[in-house]
């Protein structure tokens, strides 16, 4: 490892730390393949991580930028989200330049997963930082001998100074499931959508970019290969259930979510598939 990329710890657990020149810096978390912490060149942190987190490496860490695979929710037989991050992935590459540092680990098929999940995969992520960008990718190889499907994204937690004085730019006219309207689907036909209750959205055939406009800084969301884009608060009544988020914890976070969710990802023994989610501070 460079002097740009180190290992560290965070509440006692195993993170990498990844720094460049101009001042970036991000810590993710083995447990999980987990980027916990994004600072842009410059700026300050804009991901949120819950106070109240749970880091025994088994618990899912409430924020940051959670990994959802191979199931996303509860779209299937496995726990929320399914296994990928409660699971500790290995570092298997890092590479770093003056105005980069990237680093990919992986998790593979075992026995635990092979007994909740009966299929042969490698997963790996890999994140990329520098200047006022954060670039995320989620790759997916079938290494067995039959086809599977499986639903994914990345659960970006946004750290945000209000969530009710943002705005979500690039919606207009998208068809949207309404997950707190039993699955309701509608169209989205406001031009900046504006959080002011439990917002619990998957859109479907979402844009490359969004934006996420703030009264002093804004933060542009670009995504590849993720038809979905999920975007959550759980405000007040869901937030006081959460044992793992402060009460006033919604209005400080905003999930922007790249996904895979209405249509499943199929993958031939042997394919490979990528989506990523970049964003880019402002
Ligand atoms: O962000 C979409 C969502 O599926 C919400 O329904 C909410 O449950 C959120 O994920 C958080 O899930 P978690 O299992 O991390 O509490």
Not at 202 to 221: C, D, F, N, S
Not at 228 to 245: E, F, G, S, Y
Not at 271 to 281: D, N, Y
């Amino acid at each position: 490892m460079t002097d740009q990329i180190e290992m560290a710890e965070l509440h006692g657990q195993p993170v990498l730390k990844l720094q460049t020149p101009d001042g970036a810096v991000a810590l993710i978390s083995l447990h999980g393949a987990q980027v916990l912490s994004w600072t842009p060149a410059g700026g300050e942190d804009r991901l949120y991580l819950s106070p109240q987190a749970v880091f025994d490496g088994d618990t899912a860490i409430r924020g940051g930028v959670p990994v959802c695979f191979p199931q996303f929710a509860g779209n299937g037989p496995l726990r929320a989200h399914g296994f990928a991050r409660n699971r500790a992935w290995t570092v298997t590459n890092t590479r770093a330049g003056k105005d980069y540092a990237v680093a990919t680990l992986r998790l593979e098929a075992d026995a635990a997963t092979l007994a909740q999940w009966p299929h042969a995969f490698a997963a790996e992520m890999s994140v990329s930082i520098g200047g006022g960008r954060l670039d995320m990718e989620l790759e997916v190889t079938n290494t067995g001998d039959a086809p599977f499907r499986f639903t994914a994204a990345l659960h970006t937690y946004l750290k945000v100074r209000e969530v009710e004085a943002l705005r979500i730019e690039g919606l207009r006219g998208l068809e949207f499931t309404d997950c707190v309207a039993s699955g309701a689907l509608k169209k989205e036909t406001g031009v900046g959508l504006a959080i002011d209750d439990e917002v619990d959205r998957i859109y479907h055939k979402a844009p490359h970019t969004l934006l996420v406009r703030e009264e002093h800084r804004a933060m542009g969301i670009h995504a590849e290969n993720f038809p979905d884009v999920v975007i959550w608060n759980p405000w007040v009544d869901k937030c006081a259930r959460l044992a793992d988020m402060p009460a006033d914890g919604f209005r400080r976070m905003l999930c922007v979510e790249a996904a895979a969710v209405r249509e499943p990802v199929e993958l031939a023994p042997g394919a490979e598939w990528w989506g990523r989610q970049s964003l880019v501070a402002m």
